[in-house]
């Protein structure tokens, strides 16, 4: 069983009630969840928290990892292989 992730507003969600589709969160509350469906023929606008199968979020852009995460060259060598691949 899958850990419990914090719905906030905004998040994007696969929710399965008939069949799976995408949503936008509006708000979350404690037992059911008010969305929005990014496929304009669905009506639905709360769903119970058991129907939302996974959650996306933005995280943002990752930074530039510092220079001292960047392997140097002796680590990217491989050892017992001679330039040639052999």
Not at 36 to 53: C, G, H, N, W, Y
Not at 72 to 84: A, F, S, Y
């Amino acid at each position: 069983m899958a850990d419990p992730v914090e719905i906030r507003d905004g998040d994007i969600v696969l929710v399965h009630r008939v069949e799976l589709y995408y949503a936008r969160v509006e708000r979350g509350r404690p037992r059911d969840v008010l969305i929005q469906p990014l496929d304009p023929r669905i009506a639905d606008s709360r769903v119970r928290l058991t129907e939302i199968k996974r959650v996306f979020r933005d995280v943002g852009v990752p930074g530039i990892s510092p220079s001292r995460l960047r392997p140097g060259p002796r680590q990217l060598r491989l050892d017992g292989v001679d330039e040639r691949g052999r």
